[in-house]
């Protein structure tokens, strides 16, 4: 079978969920031996593409050039009117006008109906429009939680035996030492500096952490800035920005508390990436945060911030429970692989 993937997310950088979702399971599809029966073909119109990975016999890289926008509704939609692969692969929401009746789309959340405001209206309006369209023309569709699947019924309707969970992965064998820990102790946030993040939330928390409890720990705060964000002048609360891999798992392993107080979320990778670093979770009691965490973090309020810095005075405060929140977290990652997601999403491809 020919199966054709969007795969420009995979090859942008810096990568974050979306691309990193992409990335790792194009990657993991190379590895799997149920692929070898398969011949892949990974659209892109970005020109590293190529060297991204070193690429088997089956897998080739075609790149798409285009000048403008819309380079899905229009380029890829050209080159399925002239070279149509028996299968589709959208892994980033988008399915063009014109495509295979064998198309697979990935909607990995519905934050744009929770958050409207932090989007244009054009780009709100287009973002409805290609989640019931693709819920109406792809065969299957799959989503990253179970949490993500109840919010496309309700908010869009659909038939719930077309849709199909798959979990993303987490990359254990990387998940080593990679130096020294920070001097200070610190709470760590991962992800994009925004609205519905609650950074702003959190950094109440941490306000009252210091004036209630008193503990010296300073806050980072790893990501870009997005819609919303001011950054905050103060020598104990750190912006790093967008850090590279190993940076981000010193930091991840080095953490007092991880803590991802989000409105919603999806998925909520970095949730596993902290406990496969060994560092205990607090997180939001909505969306697919506790489907992720599982029984491994203390959920709160996103709305309470004297929740949240309970939360994480309590970790702080308690070696107990901060080695049994450790604990559950590495248990709780056996649920997780990117080469499940890369199976469970060849089987849907394929079926």
Same mark, same amino acid.
């Given at each position: 079978m020919t199966i054709g993937?969007?795969?420009?997310?995979?090859?942008?950088?810096?990568r974050t969920g979306v691309e990193e979702y992409t990335y790792q399971l194009i990657r993991y599809l190379t590895m799997l031996e149920e692929s070898r029966k398969h011949r892949f073909i990974l659209y892109s119109h970005l020109s590293s593409a190529a060297s991204v990975l070193s690429w088997p016999d089956n897998f080739q890289v075609s790149q798409l050039k285009w000048p403008g926008p819309l380079w899905t509704q229009i380029r890829l939609a050209l080159e399925m009117a002239v070279h149509r692969p028996e299968v589709l692969f959208i892994p980033v929401h988008i399915l063009p006008l014109v495509h295979p009746d064998n198309s697979v789309v990935t909607i990995h959340g519905l934050e744009y109906e929770y958050y409207p405001q932090m989007y244009p209206w054009r780009h709100l309006k287009y973002l409805r429009w290609s989640t019931k369209y693709a819920l109406k023309k792809a065969r299957r569709i799959i989503t990253v939680s179970e949490s993500t699947k109840k919010d496309l019924l309700k908010l869009y309707g659909g038939q719930p035996e077309r849709i199909k969970v798959v979990y993303h992965g987490i990359d254990m064998p990387h998940f080593q030492s990679v130096g020294p820990k920070n001097k200070k102790p610190y709470i760590l946030f991962l992800g994009r500096l925004e609205t519905k993040k609650n950074v702003f939330g959190l950094i109440e928390a941490f306000n009252l952490l210091k004036n209630k409890y008193q503990v010296p720990h300073q806050l980072i705060l790893v990501g870009p800035r997005g819609y919303g964000y001011q950054p905050v002048e103060r020598d104990d609360i750190i912006e790093k920005g967008y850090i590279g891999e190993q940076e981000k798992w010193q930091l991840l392993q080095g953490a007092a508390v991880f803590v991802l107080p989000s409105f919603y979320e999806g998925f909520g @990778?970095?949730? @596993?990436?902290?406990?496969?670093?060994g560092c205990p979770v607090v997180t939001s009691d909505l969306s697919a945060m506790p489907e992720v965490a599982g029984q491994a973090a203390l959920l709160i309020n996103p709305n309470n911030v004297e929740q949240i810095a309970e939360a994480v005075y309590k970790i702080i405060n308690d070696n107990r429970l901060r080695k049994y929140l450790i604990d559950k977290g590495y248990a709780n990652l056996k649920r997780f692989s990117w080469s499940k997601c890369a199976q469970q999403t060849l089987e849907t491809l394929t079926e």
């Open positions: 993937i969007n795969a420009v997310a995979a090859f942008k950088q810096p @990778l970095p949730i @596993l990436e902290a406990q496969a670093a």
